[in-house]
């Protein structure tokens, strides 16, 4: 499985952005998806996951402002960001983990097989 997120850019705070995780390999569609963000200096940090039905969870820092959602026949992923914060700054990475038919429940960047190159998203002030 090889990912690509994009999407990212600037933005003032209060706006919206949504990344897109696309993905190639036929399994993808069963796998959990994560979106992680990484700020300078900080560790990667988990953001939301979805599994293969479409149950998700949220870091609590996101949630309520961020959606992820995923279109399986297209083997995309979103993750659908709204009102943005400066702290929300950071490179965010899709990741996907290896393991069919599973919860959304993977919270550390561990317990994911494959990772996306990451895309910048900057809120301003």
């Known amino acids: 499985v090889q990912l690509q997120a994009s999407g990212g850019g600037l933005v003032q705070a209060g706006g919206s952005l949504r990344l897109s995780c696309a993905a190639s390999g036929r399994s993808f569609s069963t796998y959990p998806v994560g979106w992680f963000r990484q700020a300078p200096g900080k560790e990667r940090e988990f953001a939301a996951s979805i599994s293969w039905s479409g149950d998700t969870y949220y870091a609590d820092s996101v949630k309520g402002r961020f959606t992820i959602s995923r279109d399986n026949a297209k083997s995309l992923v979103y993750l659908q960001m709204n009102s943005l914060k400066p702290e929300d700054t950071a490179v965010y990475y899709c990741?996907?983990?290896?393991?069919?038919?599973?919860?959304?429940?993977?919270?550390?960047?561990?317990?994911?097989?494959?990772w996306g190159q990451g895309t910048q998203v900057t809120v301003s002030s």
């Open positions: 990741a996907a983990k290896r393991s069919p038919y599973s919860s959304a429940y993977f919270l550390h960047k561990s317990e994911y097989d494959y």
